[in-house]
């Protein structure tokens, strides 16, 4: 699939999303802590697209596509601020990204400036392992935002000889908002870097 139609696709989910909840049924608990489901785990699993170029591209590449999962453990109940509805949980994730473009093999100074001059034909795969704080605000029984500051792993295999690469991406950021449409399951949605995701999650 174009990642460009997958992207507006995931943007008329969205929009369909926030257009289908309604306000009236809808009840405020930000200052109610401690109103929210009560869970342990948070499993999520996800499609993913990679806005941004691949690891170690020196040229524009097309926006990738993939699947991931996130598993997150709550380990505050009331947050760091315990007069707002706010819980914290550690955030462990795998997230496989597929990207078609060309990669650069070369790059040479052209009147004075580092241009790509030989490129090699390959596809570039690139999986995330990241590890994230998930700060989690319940803003009314239907929505809930949440950040997530953190680092990855990384493997990918754009260079030269296809061997696999290892990396750490030493900060990475998510931000994203839940849409809790039952009990214990909602559309969880999420930009950031390196990927942006939607997906369900379940509280368990």
């Known amino acids: ?19 289908g909840t ?6 405020m608990v930000i ?3 401690g109103a929210h489901p009560r869970y342990s785990f948070e499993a999520e699993p996800h499609l993913l697209i990679g806005p941004y170029d691949p690891p170690g ?4 590449d097309e926006a990738g596509i993939g699947v991931g999962f996130r598993g997150t453990i709550e380990i505050v109940d009331n947050g760091f601020i315990s007069k707002i509805n706010n819980t914290v949980g550690i955030g462990f994730g795998l997230d496989f990204v597929h990207f078609d473009g060309d990669g650069c093999v070369r790059i040479d100074r052209v009147n004075g400036r580092r241009r790509c001059v030989d490129f090699d034909n390959r596809d570039v795969n690139a999986v995330w392992l990241p590890v994230v704080m998930q700060w989690n605000f319940w803003l009314s029984r239907n929505w809930s935002v949440f950040g997530e500051p953190g680092m990855a792993f990384r493997f990918d295999n754009n260079n030269v000889d296809d061997d696999l690469d290892f990396d750490v991406d030493f900060f990475v ?10 009990d214990r399951m909602s559309l969880t949605m999420r930009i950031g870097y390196p990927t942006f995701s939607v997906g369900v999650s379940f509280l368990l």
């Open 1 to 19: 699939m174009n990642p460009n139609r997958l992207i507006g696709c995931l943007a008329v989910v969205a929009i369909v999303t926030l257009l």
């Open 22 to 27: 309604h306000a009236s049924a809808d009840t």
């Open 31 to 33: 200052k109610r802590p």
């Open 57 to 60: 591209s020196q040229f524009d």
């Open 173 to 182: 950021f998510y931000a994203g908002g839940r849409w809790h449409f039952a």
